[in-house]
Each structure stands twice: as structure tokens, then as C-alpha cells.
T-cell receptor, first 116, second 113 residues
């Protein structure tokens, strides 16, 4: 069973408001991913980190989303100005370092964001 | 980049029958494949990971087949029971996509008595 912790489980915001969610990866996992799962079950990769460094991110994340994984603190994903289209389940996953091979990702329960 | 097509979107089977879900992918450099199960309100549970060096993997009540020539991955639940009712997703990792997973569109499976 995954030990990735995500808070809050549910988040309701108005359009234009900031929306912030947090993730604590499994102990010992230096790699963290954020995905968005929309109501049609389509997944979109947003960003990933190894320790505090961004490895990959998509264009949307660069512009309206901010994310960080500070040492000794939860990782966070924040939408600067929420839009109706941001309503989705935001999943955090963590994995061991993939150097030398792939490490599977373990997912948290998600934060369900509703933008009114 | 990698694209993954998953079929069918919905599947309804009687208890005890088999259920087959198939994914096709585009990147010939795909090397790691995963099947996840998601129950309503819950997160993704890893069912099986498959590396391209292995073509058949068996789990508890299911078999995963990988056909590298056709770039096709399938999940076969051999004798479905109501507890298998959930959404199932394949996910693929390819060199072109870095570490991130590219997911299929999902299959909603319902097992009825």
C-alpha cells in the first residue's frame, strides 16, 4: 500500500483564487511527480522533481502553476489563478531514483479540486 | 511523444467470466509498462509492472501480455468477481517521455452477479 500523503483531500475555490495542495512522498523516495486526472479520466503529467530540482514540466505548469519540493517540508503544487478547467483530481506520486533502471511510481489518494 | 490508446472504455462481464483490456502504444522505445486499478474515490493501485524483456506476467487472478512487435499490452482478468469492479489504466514509460508515465484513457469494468 502506498504511503504517499496528500492534503487536503478536497479543495473548493472560486475562479481567480489560488489553490494550494501538498504532498509528502514515501520515506526515502527522492522523485516526486504531479499528475492531473480530469473528469474524463484523462491524465496529464504536470511536473516532477528529484530532491529539490525540477526534472520536467509542461508548458501549463510553467505559466500558471507553481510547484516546489523543499527539503524537510512537504512538496506543494499551487495554481496561481484557478480556472473552471482546473477542476480535477491532482495526484502526487513518488519513486526511488531511476538511475540505472525504472522505478515504479506510488500514488497518493489525490486532492480533488473544484473551481466554482 | 508517446501516445497510448486503451480499449474498451467500458466493459461489463458476468462473475466468473474473463475480461480483457488492451492498450496500444506508439513509441518503439517504450520499455516499462504498468497496469493500475482505481476504485471509486480511491487512488491508483499498482497491479503489475512489465518490462519489455518479459512478455507474460501473471498476478493474482490476472495475466498481462506484452506484444512488442504489435506494440500491444493486454490485461486479462481470468475469472472476474464483483471486487474487480473498478477503473483500470495502463501506463507506459518511454525514452521519449523521460520518467513520466503516459496513461491510457481507462476502462470502467463492472462485474455483475
Amino acid at each position: 500500500n502506498s504511503k504517499v500523503i496528500q492534503t487536503p483531500r478536497y479543495l473548493v475555490k472560486g475562479q481567480g483564487q489560488k489553490a494550494k495542495m501538498r504532498c509528502i512522498p514515501e520515506k526515502g523516495h527522492p522523485v516526486v511527480f504531479w499528475y492531473q486526472q480530469n473528469k474524463n479520466n484523462e491524465f496529464k503529467f504536470l511536473i516532477n522533481f528529484q530532491n529539490q530540482e525540477v526534472l520536467q514540466q509542461i508548458d501549463m505548469t510553467e505559466k500558471r502553476f507553481s510547484a516546489e519540493c523543499p527539503s524537510n517540508s512537504p512538496c506543494s503544487l499551487e495554481i496561481q489563478s484557478s480556472e473552471a478547467g482546473d477542476s480535477a483530481l491532482y495526484l502526487c506520486a513518488s519513486s526511488l531514483s531511476w538511475a540505472g533502471g525504472y522505478a515504479e511510481q506510488f500514488f497518493g489518494p489525490g486532492t480533488r479540486l473544484t473551481v466554482l | 511523444g508517446e501516445q497510448v490508446e486503451q480499449r474498451p472504455p467500458h466493459l461489463s462481464v458476468r462473475e466468473g467470466d474473463s475480461a480483457v483490456i488492451t492498450c496500444t502504444y506508439t513509441d518503439p522505445n517504450s520499455y516499462y509498462f504498468f497496469w493500475y486499478k482505481q476504485e471509486p474515490g480511491a487512488s491508483l493501485q499498482l497491479l503489475m509492472k512489465v518490462f519489455s524483456s518479459t512478455e507474460i506476467n501473471e498476478g493474482q487472478g490476472f495475466t498481462v501480455l506484452l506484444n512488442k512487435k504489435d506494440k500491444r499490452l493486454s490485461l486479462n482478468l481470468t475469472a472476474a468477481h464483483p471486487g474487480d469492479s473498478a477503473a483500470y489504466f495502463c501506463a507506459v514509460s518511454a525514452t521519449s517521455s523521460g520518467q513520466k508515465l503516459v496513461f491510457g484513457q481507462g476502462t470502467i469494468l463492472k462485474v455483475y452477479l
